[in-house]
């Protein structure tokens, strides 16, 4: 089981980006998922989550600049963020609360970060 992010990159200010991060392997059922970003000698925080039902909660930071969905068939989660400042910047990392195929529990996975960069 494994979570690939993907759509990160160099954006200016104001720019939009699109984030993707896909679940795949053996996986049985999927609750929540999130997004979280951690900036050069800062603690990573969680910019926002997004229940199995679609329930959003987002950090105040971003509330109103970007967007949490999913879409459960092809197990993938999505962060659309307009508005980008330079206070963004960060390596945005995706995790999911998974069961996988003959466990017995759920269990938090993490993908591999991927770097958004806003700067003119």
């Known amino acids: 089981v494994q979570l690939q992010a993907s759509g990160g990159g160099l954006v200016q200010p104001g720019g939009s980006l699109r984030l993707s991060c896909a679940a795949s392997?053996?996986?049985?059922?999927?609750?929540?998922m999130a997004w979280y970003r951690q900036a050069p000698g800062k603690q990573r925080e969680l910019v926002a989550d997004?229940?199995?039902?679609?329930?959003?909660n987002y950090a105040d930071s971003v509330k109103g600049r970007f967007t949490i969905s999913r879409d459960n068939a092809k197990k993938t989660v999505y962060l659309q963020m307009n508005s980008l400042k330079p206070e963004d910047t960060a390596v945005y990392y995706c995790?999911?609360?998974?069961?996988?195929?003959?466990?017995?529990?759920?269990?938090?996975?993490w993908g591999k970060g991927t770097q958004v960069t806003v700067s003119s």
């Open positions: 995790s999911g609360d998974l069961l996988e195929n003959r466990a017995t529990r759920f269990q938090v996975y």
């Open positions: 997004i229940s199995s039902g679609g329930r959003t």
């Open positions: 392997g053996s996986i049985a059922g999927i609750r929540g």
